[in-house]
């Protein structure tokens, strides 16, 4: 690349709002100004969406930020981080019920440092405090453009400038209507599951086949109309075309994603876990399965090198996950990897919130009864200590029995659970992608990636 041109890191996020908005419909009105404005700017990857902790508990939705990275002339640097700052505060200002005290922008001149990459894993998986983010920005002076100010928003924006990675991904067609303003859709359901039928092979959670569902849609007040998965972005539009929608539609961009690789599912020691953090830990059921009003399941686990309760914590199942049934049947003893987000739930402290459970060990359940009367076959009794059977029916006296023992046999079995594809979140690797899996690095934009 010339010497002239610059490379430009540019993050936001919580530009959406609960009740209206998108960070990605920001993005995507963003890109098309810089691409009209700039004649010499282009694109050095696909803009990236970048989910982050699904725990957080102030998140919109889902939690997702936007970078887009683009090379550019040094001398237009200035011009480009004031296009960045009027369109996102415009975009705010659209919709008059939102505060604009927590949306963030950066901008980061040149490579993308090993700090900021840290700084991606752990909003991916943990809680950032602001002591953290300053000393992050300490070192990024004279680099790193905060034209808002510090605040909420920066997080995000800086983690999804820090995933530059070379590392498992996913691609989303992601198109906007021109009426945000309802919860509803208009779109051929027939139409989508024709092209998932046709494209299976290189999508994923674009209908549920068991339920008869659409899973494109979202279903709150916000401008996204449908968000096509993928593993590669020239099949994405393709797709796009082939599903009938019966609204306007403003248009569509493609995403580079981390969604669908399980990416927030880090190894902890169970004794290490912590509120708000995400991971898969090792542990073991200590108590029965309980099942709560509505269906949902709680057991509880504790560290299998520890037999200290107060190494132990609860898991959660909702009913809405399909894996309910599996809970129930988990016995004391079974050894797991039981991976999600740490919640607090009032009177259990915390609890985790399951998105996948790896059996390893199943306990054998062991029946042991009194023996039979080898007369008339009723169960005996004991007669005391070392003074052997009586038999209640027939009155038959015996030193010789031995109690009965059984296994029973167990219909769960070793292996992988995860939530059926309607309940799966934005991060959760689904069924159909594994062995899917593979190294994706950032790659400048090709064909028809924006309409």
């Given at each position: 690349?010339?010497?002239?041109f610059?490379v430009l890191?540019i ?8 009740s ?6 920001a993005a995507y009105?963003?890109?098309?100004e ?19 902790n699904?725990?957080?508990?102030f998140?919109t ?5 936007v ?5 550019v002339r040094?001398?237009?640097i ?11 505060r415009?975009?705010v200002?659209s ?6 005290e927590d949306?963030g922008v950066?901008v ?16 991916l998986?943990?809680?950032i405090?602001r002591?953290?983010?300053m000393?992050?920005?300490?070192p990024l ?5 905060t034209?808002?100010?510090?605040r ?9 400038i ?8 996913t691609?989303e ?6 009426d945000?303003?309802?919860?509803d ?7 989508v599951?024709?092209a998932d039928?046709r ?7 674009n ?5 008869g ?7 709150g007040?916000d401008p ?5 998965r993928?593993e590669?972005p ?10 009938r929608?019966?609204e ?6 493609i995403?580079?994603?981390?969604q669908g690789?399980d990416a927030?599912?880090?190894c902890?020691d169970l004794?290490s876990?912590r509120y708000?953090q995400t991971g898969?830990t090792?542990?073991?059921v200590d108590l ?7 269906g949902?399941?709680?057991f509880?686990?504790r ?14 199942v909702?009913k809405?996950?399909?894996l309910?049934g599996v809970?129930?049947?988990?016995v004391?003893?079974d050894?797991?990897?039981?991976c999600?987000?740490?919640?607090y ?7 985790l919130h399951l998105?996948?459970?790896i059996l390893t ?5 062991k029946?042991v009864r ?13 007669s005391?200590?070392?003074k052997?059977?009586?038999?209640v ?7 010789e ?6 296994y029973i046999?167990r ?10 594809d ?5 991060l959760?690797k689904?069924?159909v992608r ?8 950032p ?8 309409s």
């Amino acid at each position: 690349m010339s010497s002239v041109f610059e490379v430009l890191h540019i993050g936001i996020d919580d530009v959406d709002s609960p009740s209206g908005g998108c960070t990605t419909h920001a993005a995507y009105r963003l890109v098309k100004e810089l691409l009209r404005n700039f004649r010499d700017l282009r694109l050095i990857d696909y803009p990236n969406l970048v989910r982050l902790n699904p725990a957080i508990p102030f998140k919109t939705r889902g939690n997702g930020a936007v970078s887009i990275r683009v090379a550019v002339r040094r001398e237009l640097i200035d011009e480009v981080v004031e296009l960045v700052v009027k369109s996102i505060r415009d975009y705010v200002r659209s919709y008059e019920y939102r505060p604009d005290e927590d949306y963030g922008v950066a901008v980061l001149i040149g490579d993308v440092p090993d700090i900021l990459r840290s700084f991606y894993r752990k909003a991916l998986t943990d809680f950032i405090h602001r002591d953290y983010l300053m000393r992050v920005l300490r070192p990024l002076k004279g680099r790193l453009a905060t034209p808002l100010g510090i605040r909420r928003g920066l997080i995000g924006a800086l983690a999804a400038i820090g995933w530059f990675l070379k590392c498992d991904c996913t691609y989303e067609l992601i198109s906007y209507r021109t009426d945000g303003l309802t919860p509803d859709r208009c779109i051929d359901a027939e139409s989508v599951k024709q092209a998932d039928m046709r494209f299976r092979n290189k999508t994923f959670l674009n209908f549920d086949y068991i339920e008869g569902r659409v899973l494109i849609a979202p279903h709150g007040p916000d401008p996204v109309l449908a968000g096509i998965r993928g593993e590669e972005p020239h099949v994405l539009a393709e797709v796009f075309n082939t599903i009938r929608f019966c609204e306007g539609v403003e248009g569509w961009m493609i995403f580079r994603t981390n969604q669908g690789t399980d990416a927030h599912l880090i190894c902890r020691d169970l004794s290490s876990f912590r509120y708000l953090q995400t991971g898969c830990t090792k542990a073991v059921v200590d108590l029965k399965p309980r099942i709560l009003p509505g269906g949902d399941v709680i057991f509880r686990v504790r560290d299998p090198l520890n037999h200290d309760q107060r190494n132990s914590v609860w898991v959660a199942v909702f009913k809405e996950t399909g894996l309910t049934g599996v809970a129930r049947e988990l016995v004391k003893g079974d050894e797991a990897y039981v991976c999600g987000s740490m919640k607090y739930w009032n009177g259990l402290g915390p609890v985790l919130h399951l998105e996948k459970l790896i059996l390893t060990k199943l306990t054998q359940i062991k029946v042991v009864r009194n023996p039979r009367c080898p007369r008339c076959g009723a169960r005996m009794k004991s007669s005391g200590r070392n003074k052997g059977w009586k038999c209640v029916k027939c009155g038959f006296r015996t030193r010789e029995a031995e109690k009965d023992i059984q296994y029973i046999k167990r219909e769960l079995r070793r292996g992988t659970y995860i939530p059926k594809d309607s309940a799966v979140k934005h991060l959760t690797k689904p069924a159909v992608r594994y062995g899917r899996e593979r190294d994706c690095i950032p790659i400048e934009p090709r064909g028809k990636w924006i309409s």
